[in-house]
Protein backbone atom coordinates (compact mmCIF):
# COMPACT_ATOMS: atom_id res chain seq x y z
CA UNK A 1 0.00 0.00 0.00
CA UNK A 2 1.38 3.71 -0.85
CA UNK A 3 1.54 6.60 1.11
CA UNK A 4 -1.20 7.98 -1.07
CA UNK A 5 -3.95 5.54 -0.80
CA UNK A 6 -7.22 6.30 0.73
CA UNK A 7 -8.28 5.21 4.07
CA UNK A 8 -11.35 3.06 4.05
CA UNK A 9 -14.75 4.52 4.73
CA UNK A 10 -17.02 1.10 5.62
CA UNK A 11 -17.60 -2.08 7.45
CA UNK A 12 -16.61 -4.30 4.41
CA UNK A 13 -13.64 -2.08 4.10
CA UNK A 14 -12.55 -2.58 7.89
CA UNK A 15 -13.01 -6.19 7.47
CA UNK A 16 -10.73 -6.06 3.99
CA UNK A 17 -8.39 -3.55 5.79
CA UNK A 18 -8.42 -5.84 8.66
CA UNK A 19 -7.19 -8.72 6.51
CA UNK A 20 -4.05 -6.79 5.35
CA UNK A 21 -2.95 -5.79 8.85
CA UNK A 22 -2.99 -9.41 9.79
CA UNK A 23 -0.97 -10.55 6.69
CA UNK A 24 1.61 -8.35 7.50
CA UNK A 25 1.37 -8.87 11.47
CA UNK A 26 3.58 -11.74 11.66
CA UNK A 27 6.95 -10.73 9.67
CA UNK A 28 6.78 -7.64 11.54
CA UNK A 29 6.33 -10.06 14.73
CA UNK A 30 9.38 -11.67 13.97
CA UNK A 31 11.49 -8.57 13.78
CA UNK A 32 13.57 -8.42 16.87
CA UNK A 33 11.85 -6.11 19.06
CA UNK A 34 15.27 -3.55 18.77
CA UNK A 35 14.40 -3.50 14.94
CA UNK A 36 10.47 -2.19 15.91
CA UNK A 37 12.30 0.16 18.43
CA UNK A 38 14.36 2.13 15.42
CA UNK A 39 11.45 2.56 13.52
CA UNK A 40 9.23 3.88 16.40
CA UNK A 41 12.77 6.19 16.58
CA UNK A 42 12.80 6.93 13.16
CA UNK A 43 9.05 8.04 13.37
CA UNK A 44 10.13 10.47 16.00
CA UNK A 45 12.37 12.04 14.33
CA UNK A 46 10.35 12.17 11.28
CA UNK A 47 7.12 13.84 13.33
CA UNK A 48 9.44 16.63 14.71
CA UNK A 49 10.27 17.22 11.01
CA UNK A 50 6.46 17.57 10.18
CA UNK A 51 5.87 19.98 13.30
CA UNK A 52 4.53 22.60 11.48
CA UNK A 53 2.16 20.96 9.48
CA UNK A 54 0.97 19.24 12.16
CA UNK A 55 0.49 22.60 14.27
CA UNK A 56 -1.56 23.89 11.71
CA UNK A 57 -4.11 20.72 11.53
CA UNK A 58 -4.18 20.69 15.20
CA UNK A 59 -5.17 24.62 14.83
CA UNK A 60 -7.53 24.09 12.30
CA UNK A 61 -9.18 21.16 14.30
CA UNK A 62 -9.23 22.89 17.77
CA UNK A 63 -9.00 26.68 17.50
CA UNK A 64 -6.32 27.37 19.47
CA UNK A 65 -2.61 28.75 18.78
CA UNK A 66 -0.29 26.42 17.01
CA UNK A 67 2.58 27.64 19.90
CA UNK A 68 0.05 26.18 22.23
CA UNK A 69 -0.10 23.08 20.40
CA UNK A 70 3.32 22.37 20.44
CA UNK A 71 3.66 22.14 24.03
CA UNK A 72 -0.29 20.54 24.29
CA UNK A 73 0.29 17.47 22.05
CA UNK A 74 3.42 17.68 19.67
CA UNK A 75 6.28 17.79 22.08
CA UNK A 76 4.39 15.07 24.55
CA UNK A 77 3.69 13.12 21.36
CA UNK A 78 7.35 13.11 20.31
CA UNK A 79 8.44 12.42 24.00
CA UNK A 80 6.12 9.11 24.14
CA UNK A 81 7.68 7.91 20.96
CA UNK A 82 11.02 8.32 22.01
CA UNK A 83 10.06 6.77 25.33
CA UNK A 84 8.90 3.46 23.82
CA UNK A 85 11.99 3.51 21.48
CA UNK A 86 15.08 3.89 24.34
CA UNK A 87 12.95 2.58 27.21
CA UNK A 88 9.93 -0.44 25.49
CA UNK A 89 12.17 -2.78 24.14
CA UNK A 90 13.95 -3.89 27.66
CA UNK A 91 10.47 -3.54 29.18
CA UNK A 92 9.18 -5.95 26.70
CA UNK A 93 12.49 -8.47 27.22
CA UNK A 94 11.67 -11.92 28.16
CA UNK A 95 12.24 -12.31 31.90
CA UNK A 96 13.63 -15.66 33.81
CA UNK A 97 11.91 -16.04 36.70
CA UNK A 98 12.84 -17.03 40.19
CA UNK A 99 12.72 -20.69 41.19
CA UNK A 100 11.03 -22.24 44.25
CA UNK A 101 13.55 -23.37 46.74
CA UNK A 102 11.31 -24.91 49.12
CA UNK A 103 9.80 -27.16 46.61
CA UNK A 104 13.14 -28.84 45.68
CA UNK A 105 11.31 -31.44 43.55
CA UNK A 106 10.53 -28.58 41.01
CA UNK A 107 13.87 -26.86 41.24
CA UNK A 108 15.47 -27.92 38.07
CA UNK A 109 12.79 -26.25 36.04
CA UNK A 110 13.69 -23.05 34.09
CA UNK A 111 10.78 -20.36 33.91
CA UNK A 112 10.99 -17.90 31.00
CA UNK A 113 8.05 -15.35 30.82
CA UNK A 114 7.79 -13.68 27.33
CA UNK A 115 5.28 -11.50 25.72
CA UNK A 116 3.52 -12.04 22.28
CA UNK A 117 1.55 -9.12 20.49
CA UNK A 118 -2.17 -10.20 20.75
CA UNK A 119 -2.36 -9.81 16.07
CA UNK A 120 -4.54 -6.85 15.14
CA UNK A 121 -5.74 -4.53 17.82
CA UNK A 122 -8.49 -1.73 17.03
CA UNK A 123 -7.67 1.58 17.97
CA UNK A 124 -10.29 4.37 17.85
CA UNK A 125 -9.48 7.82 18.84
CA UNK A 126 -11.11 10.97 20.21
CA UNK A 127 -11.09 14.53 18.46
CA UNK A 128 -9.90 16.58 21.72
CA UNK A 129 -6.70 15.50 21.34
CA UNK A 130 -6.22 14.12 17.93
CA UNK A 131 -2.43 13.48 17.99
CA UNK A 132 -1.43 12.75 21.27
CA UNK A 133 -4.24 10.71 22.41
CA UNK A 134 -3.85 8.40 19.69
CA UNK A 135 0.20 8.35 18.01
CA UNK A 136 1.43 7.07 20.93
CA UNK A 137 -1.08 4.09 21.15
CA UNK A 138 -0.91 2.92 18.15
CA UNK A 139 2.77 3.15 18.50
CA UNK A 140 2.86 1.03 21.63
CA UNK A 141 0.78 -1.33 19.74
CA UNK A 142 3.44 -1.33 16.73
CA UNK A 143 6.13 -1.43 19.28
CA UNK A 144 4.61 -4.70 20.77
CA UNK A 145 4.35 -6.54 17.29
CA UNK A 146 0.62 -5.95 16.51
CA UNK A 147 -1.33 -4.59 13.54
CA UNK A 148 -3.29 -1.64 13.59
CA UNK A 149 -6.81 -0.99 12.44
CA UNK A 150 -6.99 2.81 13.34
CA UNK A 151 -10.27 4.76 13.49
CA UNK A 152 -9.49 8.53 14.31
CA UNK A 153 -12.43 11.38 15.07
CA UNK A 154 -13.48 12.46 11.92
CA UNK A 155 -11.99 15.91 12.93
CA UNK A 156 -8.82 14.30 13.15
CA UNK A 157 -8.47 11.74 9.96
CA UNK A 158 -6.07 14.13 8.17
CA UNK A 159 -3.83 14.21 11.17
CA UNK A 160 -4.21 10.70 11.50
CA UNK A 161 -3.41 10.05 7.43
CA UNK A 162 -0.07 12.99 7.68
CA UNK A 163 1.04 9.90 10.79
CA UNK A 164 0.70 7.06 9.29
CA UNK A 165 2.61 8.37 5.98
CA UNK A 166 5.26 9.38 8.72
CA UNK A 167 5.08 5.50 9.90
CA UNK A 168 5.50 3.95 6.75
CA UNK A 169 8.77 6.49 6.14
CA UNK A 170 10.49 5.51 9.07
CA UNK A 171 10.23 1.84 8.14
CA UNK A 172 6.80 0.25 8.87
CA UNK A 173 5.99 -2.35 6.62
CA UNK A 174 3.08 -1.40 4.29
CA UNK A 175 -0.11 -2.95 5.44
CA UNK A 176 0.63 -3.15 9.12
CA UNK A 177 -1.40 0.40 9.81
CA UNK A 178 -4.71 0.78 8.21
CA UNK A 179 -6.63 4.23 8.86
CA UNK A 180 -10.24 4.13 8.37
CA UNK A 181 -12.48 7.13 7.91
CA UNK A 182 -16.36 7.82 9.24
CA UNK A 183 -18.00 7.91 13.03
CA UNK A 184 -19.85 5.73 15.00
CA UNK A 185 -20.36 3.43 11.86
CA UNK A 186 -17.18 3.29 11.49
CA UNK A 187 -15.95 2.29 14.76
CA UNK A 188 -18.73 -0.27 14.69
CA UNK A 189 -16.52 -1.28 11.88
CA UNK A 190 -13.30 -2.10 13.56
CA UNK A 191 -14.74 -3.74 16.33
CA UNK A 192 -17.18 -6.29 13.72
CA UNK A 193 -13.86 -6.73 11.52
CA UNK A 194 -12.34 -8.89 14.27
CA UNK A 195 -9.86 -6.87 16.29
CA UNK A 196 -8.22 -8.92 18.58
CA UNK A 197 -8.14 -6.32 21.58
CA UNK A 198 -10.19 -2.91 21.05
CA UNK A 199 -8.57 0.43 22.52
CA UNK A 200 -10.87 2.97 22.80
CA UNK A 201 -10.11 6.39 23.89
CA UNK A 202 -13.50 8.98 24.40
CA UNK A 203 -17.11 9.24 25.81
CA UNK A 204 -18.36 6.48 27.99
CA UNK A 205 -21.61 5.44 26.82
CA UNK A 206 -19.94 5.18 23.35
CA UNK A 207 -17.03 3.24 24.84
CA UNK A 208 -19.45 0.87 26.47
CA UNK A 209 -21.49 -0.08 23.65
CA UNK A 210 -18.28 -0.65 21.65
CA UNK A 211 -17.41 -3.00 24.68
CA UNK A 212 -20.19 -4.80 24.55
CA UNK A 213 -19.81 -5.93 20.83
CA UNK A 214 -16.13 -6.36 21.40
CA UNK A 215 -17.27 -8.58 24.53
CA UNK A 216 -19.74 -10.57 22.58
CA UNK A 217 -16.93 -12.03 20.62
CA UNK A 218 -15.02 -13.35 23.59
CA UNK A 219 -12.28 -10.71 23.06
CA UNK A 220 -10.83 -7.95 25.44
CA UNK A 221 -10.74 -4.00 25.12
CA UNK A 222 -9.28 -0.96 27.35
CA UNK A 223 -11.17 1.91 27.92
CA UNK A 224 -9.95 4.86 28.37
CA UNK A 225 -13.78 6.94 29.33
CA UNK A 226 -15.11 9.86 30.42
CA UNK A 227 -13.76 12.09 33.83
CA UNK A 228 -15.28 14.10 36.22
CA UNK A 229 -11.57 15.23 37.69
CA UNK A 230 -12.57 16.98 41.51
CA UNK A 231 -9.52 18.94 42.94
CA UNK A 232 -9.38 19.42 46.73
CA UNK A 233 -8.10 22.53 48.15
CA UNK A 234 -6.67 22.29 51.78
CA UNK A 235 -6.67 25.02 54.45
CA UNK A 236 -2.79 25.34 54.04
CA UNK A 237 -2.57 25.61 50.30
CA UNK A 238 -0.89 28.17 48.35
CA UNK A 239 -4.29 29.77 47.07
CA UNK A 240 -2.61 31.84 44.27
CA UNK A 241 -0.75 28.63 42.55
CA UNK A 242 -4.04 26.71 43.54
CA UNK A 243 -6.16 29.38 41.64
CA UNK A 244 -3.69 29.28 39.01
CA UNK A 245 -3.69 25.93 38.22
CA UNK A 246 -7.32 25.08 38.50
CA UNK A 247 -8.32 27.59 36.00
CA UNK A 248 -5.50 26.75 33.64
CA UNK A 249 -6.88 23.03 34.31
CA UNK A 250 -10.30 23.54 33.51
CA UNK A 251 -9.47 26.23 30.34
CA UNK A 252 -6.78 24.27 28.74
CA UNK A 253 -8.67 22.75 25.30
CA UNK A 254 -11.62 24.31 26.37
CA UNK A 255 -12.01 22.43 29.14
CA UNK A 256 -12.57 19.31 26.61
CA UNK A 257 -10.13 17.28 28.36
CA UNK A 258 -10.86 13.82 30.03
CA UNK A 259 -8.64 14.96 32.90
CA UNK A 260 -9.98 18.91 33.13
CA UNK A 261 -10.86 19.82 36.43
CA UNK A 262 -14.12 20.03 36.90
CA UNK A 263 -15.12 20.47 40.70
CA UNK A 264 -13.24 22.69 42.83
CA UNK A 265 -13.85 21.40 47.00
CA UNK A 266 -12.06 23.59 48.74
CA UNK A 267 -11.62 24.26 52.85
CA UNK A 268 -14.36 26.47 54.34
CA UNK A 269 -11.72 29.15 55.73
CA UNK A 270 -9.87 29.62 52.39
CA UNK A 271 -13.46 29.53 50.18
CA UNK A 272 -14.04 33.09 49.50
CA UNK A 273 -10.21 33.46 48.97
CA UNK A 274 -10.25 31.05 46.79
CA UNK A 275 -13.42 32.16 44.65
CA UNK A 276 -11.93 35.42 44.23
CA UNK A 277 -8.40 34.02 42.76
CA UNK A 278 -9.75 31.92 40.40
CA UNK A 279 -12.48 33.86 39.43
CA UNK A 280 -9.30 36.53 38.38
CA UNK A 281 -7.65 33.79 36.93
CA UNK A 282 -10.50 32.82 34.84
CA UNK A 283 -11.31 36.09 33.75
CA UNK A 284 -7.70 36.85 32.54
CA UNK A 285 -7.55 33.79 30.33
CA UNK A 286 -11.49 34.61 28.86
CA UNK A 287 -10.13 36.28 25.77
CA UNK A 288 -7.34 33.83 25.60
CA UNK A 289 -7.47 31.68 21.65
CA UNK A 290 -8.71 27.96 22.13
CA UNK A 291 -10.54 29.01 25.52
CA UNK A 292 -14.37 29.36 23.96
CA UNK A 293 -16.43 26.05 23.04
CA UNK A 294 -17.30 26.73 19.04
CA UNK A 295 -19.77 24.13 18.51
CA UNK A 296 -23.38 25.17 18.95
CA UNK A 297 -24.88 22.64 20.64
CA UNK A 298 -22.07 22.18 23.19
CA UNK A 299 -22.88 26.08 23.86
CA UNK A 300 -26.59 25.02 23.84
CA UNK A 301 -26.04 22.20 26.65
CA UNK A 302 -23.22 24.18 28.49
CA UNK A 303 -26.27 27.16 28.69
CA UNK A 304 -28.50 24.57 29.96
CA UNK A 305 -26.12 23.24 32.61
CA UNK A 306 -25.43 26.67 33.91
CA UNK A 307 -29.00 27.93 34.59
CA UNK A 308 -30.18 24.72 35.37
CA UNK A 309 -27.65 24.96 38.44
CA UNK A 310 -28.30 28.42 39.71
CA UNK A 311 -32.11 27.71 39.48
CA UNK A 312 -31.12 24.67 42.07
CA UNK A 313 -29.33 27.50 44.34
CA UNK A 314 -25.51 27.77 42.87
CA UNK A 315 -24.26 30.78 42.66
CA UNK A 316 -22.86 32.41 39.02
CA UNK A 317 -19.42 34.17 39.63
CA UNK A 318 -18.26 34.24 36.00
CA UNK A 319 -19.56 33.93 32.64
CA UNK A 320 -23.13 32.58 31.57
CA UNK A 321 -22.34 29.09 30.42
CA UNK A 322 -21.28 29.92 26.70
CA UNK A 323 -17.30 30.54 27.63
CA UNK A 324 -15.52 30.75 30.63
CA UNK A 325 -18.24 30.47 33.72
CA UNK A 326 -17.26 29.93 37.50
CA UNK A 327 -20.53 28.47 39.69
CA UNK A 328 -20.03 28.57 43.60
CA UNK A 329 -21.90 26.39 46.28
CA UNK A 330 -23.15 23.25 43.98
CA UNK A 331 -24.11 20.16 45.62
CA UNK A 332 -24.81 16.77 44.67
CA UNK A 333 -28.16 16.39 42.37
CA UNK A 334 -27.20 18.66 40.01
CA UNK A 335 -26.34 17.74 36.61
CA UNK A 336 -23.45 20.26 36.59
CA UNK A 337 -21.74 18.33 39.45
CA UNK A 338 -22.68 14.72 38.39
CA UNK A 339 -22.25 14.61 34.40
CA UNK A 340 -19.38 15.58 33.13
CA UNK A 341 -18.66 18.49 31.55
CA UNK A 342 -16.83 18.80 28.17
CA UNK A 343 -16.34 22.42 28.51
CA UNK A 344 -14.72 25.53 30.25
CA UNK A 345 -17.28 25.61 33.46
CA UNK A 346 -15.71 25.23 36.94
CA UNK A 347 -17.73 24.50 39.69
CA UNK A 348 -17.12 25.00 43.47
CA UNK A 349 -18.34 24.28 46.91
CA UNK A 350 -17.04 24.54 50.54
CA UNK A 351 -16.11 21.63 52.39
CA UNK A 352 -15.77 21.00 56.26
CA UNK A 353 -13.35 17.64 56.70
CA UNK A 354 -10.96 16.20 54.65
CA UNK A 355 -13.61 13.11 55.21
CA UNK A 356 -16.44 14.99 53.75
CA UNK A 357 -14.40 15.74 50.44
CA UNK A 358 -12.67 11.63 50.39
CA UNK A 359 -16.47 10.18 50.12
CA UNK A 360 -17.26 13.19 47.89
CA UNK A 361 -14.67 11.65 45.30
CA UNK A 362 -15.24 8.22 46.17
CA UNK A 363 -18.87 7.96 45.64
CA UNK A 364 -18.69 9.42 41.92
CA UNK A 365 -19.28 7.41 39.08
CA UNK A 366 -16.61 8.85 36.92
CA UNK A 367 -13.14 8.05 38.88
CA UNK A 368 -9.97 9.30 36.34
CA UNK A 369 -8.06 11.91 38.10
CA UNK A 370 -8.43 13.85 41.36
CA UNK A 371 -5.96 16.75 42.89
CA UNK A 372 -4.80 17.62 46.37
CA UNK A 373 -3.49 21.44 46.63
CA UNK A 374 -1.82 21.37 50.35
CA UNK A 375 1.66 22.84 51.56
CA UNK A 376 1.39 19.48 53.89
CA UNK A 377 2.97 16.66 51.45
CA UNK A 378 2.72 13.92 53.88
CA UNK A 379 -0.51 14.49 54.21
CA UNK A 380 -1.06 14.48 50.78
CA UNK A 381 0.36 11.38 50.20
CA UNK A 382 -2.35 9.85 53.18
CA UNK A 383 -5.22 11.35 51.72
CA UNK A 384 -3.73 9.90 48.50
CA UNK A 385 -3.69 6.52 49.74
CA UNK A 386 -7.71 6.58 50.66
CA UNK A 387 -8.83 8.32 46.73
CA UNK A 388 -10.59 5.54 44.62
CA UNK A 389 -9.08 7.17 41.55
CA UNK A 390 -6.94 6.03 38.73
CA UNK A 391 -4.41 9.10 39.40
CA UNK A 392 -3.88 11.18 42.04
CA UNK A 393 -2.01 15.03 41.45
CA UNK A 394 -0.59 17.15 44.14
CA UNK A 395 -0.14 20.68 43.51
CA UNK A 396 -0.25 20.69 39.58
CA UNK A 397 -2.87 20.01 37.04
CA UNK A 398 -3.08 18.45 33.50
CA UNK A 399 0.78 18.52 33.27
CA UNK A 400 1.61 14.98 34.83
CA UNK A 401 -0.03 13.15 31.70
CA UNK A 402 2.45 14.50 29.53
CA UNK A 403 5.40 11.83 31.11
CA UNK A 404 5.82 9.19 29.02
CA UNK A 405 6.27 6.98 31.87
CA UNK A 406 3.30 7.47 33.59
CA UNK A 407 0.03 5.57 32.87
CA UNK A 408 -3.61 6.78 32.38
CA UNK A 409 -5.61 4.65 34.29
CA UNK A 410 -9.48 4.72 34.97
CA UNK A 411 -12.13 3.26 37.73
CA UNK A 412 -15.54 3.24 37.67
CA UNK A 413 -17.50 4.76 34.75
CA UNK A 414 -14.10 6.36 33.47
CA UNK A 415 -12.78 3.21 32.07
CA UNK A 416 -10.56 -0.02 33.20
CA UNK A 417 -7.33 -0.43 31.94
CA UNK A 418 -4.42 1.25 30.89
CA UNK A 419 -3.10 3.74 28.57
CA UNK A 420 0.51 4.69 28.09
CA UNK A 421 3.51 3.79 30.41
CA UNK A 422 4.52 0.25 31.15
CA UNK A 423 0.87 -0.18 32.81
CA UNK A 424 -0.19 0.83 28.73
CA UNK A 425 2.37 -0.81 26.99
CA UNK A 426 1.68 -4.27 28.83
CA UNK A 427 -1.77 -4.00 27.54
CA UNK A 428 -0.61 -4.63 24.21
CA UNK A 429 0.96 -7.84 24.93
CA UNK A 430 -0.41 -11.19 26.43
CA UNK A 431 2.07 -13.12 28.46
CA UNK A 432 3.53 -16.79 27.80
CA UNK A 433 5.76 -19.07 30.31
CA UNK A 434 7.79 -21.32 28.79
CA UNK A 435 8.81 -23.71 31.50
CA UNK A 436 11.76 -26.10 30.63
CA UNK A 437 12.56 -28.85 32.20
CA UNK A 438 16.28 -30.42 31.20
CA UNK A 439 16.46 -34.20 30.41
CA UNK A 440 18.30 -35.29 32.66
CA UNK A 441 16.19 -34.03 35.52
CA UNK A 442 12.59 -34.73 34.24
CA UNK A 443 10.35 -36.33 37.00
CA UNK A 444 8.57 -39.38 37.23
CA UNK A 445 4.98 -38.14 36.68
Known amino acids: MSDGIRPGEGGGDAEARCALARAAQPAWAAFPIAARARVMEATARLLADEGPALASLLSEASGQSPAALWTAEILPTLDALRWLARDG ?41 PLFLSVPQVAAALLAGNGVLWKPSPSGEALAGLAAS ?50 EQGRPAVLELSGRHVALVLADADLSMAARGIAWGKLANRGRNCISVQLALVARPAYADFLSRVGAAMAGASAAPGVRPTDPREIGRLRRLTEEAVERG ?88 AQPAVPLVGRGKSGFGASRGLAGLLEMVQPKVVSETPLGAARRH
Request: hydrophobic fraction near 45%; proline fraction near 5%.
Open 89 to 129: AGLLAPQSLRRSRLQWYVRSTRHTLAWDPFGVVGVVTPGNA
Open 314 to 401: ARLMFGNGTGPTLLADVAPGMCVVDEEIQGPILTAAPLESETEAIAWINQSAYRLSASLWTSDLALARRLADRLDVGQVWINDALHPV
Open 166 to 215: VFRRAGLPADLLQTIEGGAEAARAVVQAGVDKLFFTGGSAAGLTLYRLQA
